[in-house]
Nanobody, 123 residues
Framework: QVQLVESGGGLVQAGGSLRLSCAAS????????KGWFRQGPGKEREFVAAISWSGGDTSYADSVKGRFTISRDNAKDTVYLQMNSLKPEDTAVYYCAATPQLIQTAVNAYNSWGQGTQVTVSS
C-alpha cells in the first residue's frame, strides 16, 4: 500500500492559480501511476489528470486541458498538480491516488487514496 497526503488547497479568485502537492510513502511508490481526482458538491468523483511512474506519459480530462499540469518528482516522492486559470466550476475536494497500473483514468483502477484537499474558486 501507498500512503498519500495532499496539501496546497485553498480559496482563490477566478483566474488565479494553485499548486497541489501529494506526498507519498510506502512500498513501491516510484513504480505506481498517480492520478488526481476531484469531487464537487453533490457530484461524483471525477478524473482530472494522471501520470505514469516515469512521468513520461500524462493524461488530462478535457475540462482541464491547457490549464492544469501534472508532474512528479520521484526523488521527493511527490506528485504535483499545477492549476492555472481557475474557474468557479473547478471548486471541489481534490484527491491524489495511486495505481499499480501504468496510467489510468478510472476511479476503480486506483487502490490508494489521500484524504483530499479543498479547492474553492470564487467568481
Amino acid at each position: 500500500q501507498v500512503q498519500l497526503v495532499e496539501s496546497g488547497g485553498g480559496l482563490v479568485q477566478a483566474g488565479g492559480s494553485l499548486r497541489l502537492s501529494c506526498a507519498a510513502s510506502g512500498r513501491s511508490f516510484r513504480s505506481y501511476g498517480k492520478g488526481w481526482f476531484r469531487q464537487g458538491p453533490g457530484k461524483e468523483r471525477e478524473f482530472v489528470a494522471a501520470i505514469s511512474w516515469s512521468g513520461g506519459d500524462t493524461s488530462y480530462a478535457d475540462s482541464v486541458k491547457g490549464r492544469f499540469t501534472i508532474s512528479r518528482d520521484n526523488a521527493k516522492d511527490t506528485v504535483y498538480l499545477q492549476m492555472n486559470s481557475l474557474k468557479p466550476e473547478d471548486t471541489a475536494v481534490y484527491y491524489c491516488a495511486a495505481t499499480p497500473q501504468l496510467i489510468q483514468t478510472a476511479v476503480n483502477a486506483y487502490n490508494s487514496w489521500g484524504q483530499g484537499t479543498q479547492v474553492t474558486v470564487s467568481s
